[in-house]
């Protein structure tokens, strides 16, 4: 079945400071999406992210598809990208799995 | 904001009893997605809706059942609630066949005492 690897699955930041996140996937998939959930609850979707490079603002994504990794860049962080961030992938039946989340947190 | 809307915010309910929540999906999406979220965990995928049927469904037992109106709009029901059944319910709509364009509604929290 599908698998979806992220890592690490804490992180503590200095408001500032930069991080990358990691999400690896089986080869049984090949679309691959990128979420921030808010200490309320709220799911935002940050990129749609199949394969190549994108960015926005002090957030950007890299997905290498054949070797089944994508990684979340944050630059200058600040308390507000504070929340766990999801990838997930889109599966065969067109719904989202998501991998095992990464909780940041940046402090002041 | 994503223009999804959920109800109830938080609801509490006791072993055995039944529960509805409901889905309001943005303006031009005709597809609605059920995930639930346990504590510390992703989003499970429970089932989804087009065109008033059932379209995918997701490990959850037939307790978990659905419906979507002519405008689009969005039910889960859950009969007979276990406590394990306590999480943040999330639905999310989107255009068919554009799951990469889903966007979730606020979520329900549901305990179950």
């Known amino acids: 079945g599908i698998q979806v690897e992220q890592s690490p699955p804490d992180l503590i930041l200095q408001e500032g400071a930069n991080s990358t996140l990691r999400c690896n996937f089986s080869?049984?998939?090949?679309?691959l999406q990128w979420f921030h959930q808010n200490p309320w609850g709220q799911l935002i979707n940050l990129f749609y992210i199949p394969s190549g490079t994108k960015q926005n603002g002090r957030l950007s994504a890299t997905t290498v598809a054949t070797e089944r990794y994508s990684l979340l860049y944050i630059s200058s962080s600040q308390t507000t990208d504070s929340g766990v961030y999801f990838c997930a992938v889109i599966t065969g039946a067109n719904n989202l799995f998501f991998g095992t989340g990464t909780r940041l947190t940046v402090i002041p | 904001e994503t223009g999804v809307t959920q109800s109830p915010t938080h609801l509490i309910k006791t072993r055995g009893q039944q529960v509805t929540l409901r889905c309001s999906s943005q303006s031009g999406h005709n597809t609605v997605s059920w995930y639930q979220q346990a504590l510390g965990q992703g989003p499970q995928f429970i089932f989804q809706?087009?065109?008033?049927?059932?379209?995918g469904r997701g490990n959850f037992p037939p307790r978990f059942s659905g419906l979507q109106f002519p405008n689009y709009s969005s039910e889960l029901n859950v009969n007979a609630l276990e406590l394990d059944d306590s999480a943040l319910y999330l639905c999310a709509s989107s255009a068919w066949g554009t799951p990469e364009t889903q966007y979730f509604g606020p979520g329900t929290r549901l305990l179950v005492l």
């Open positions: 080869d049984s998939v090949n679309n």
């Open positions: 809706y087009y065109r008033e049927e059932e379209n």
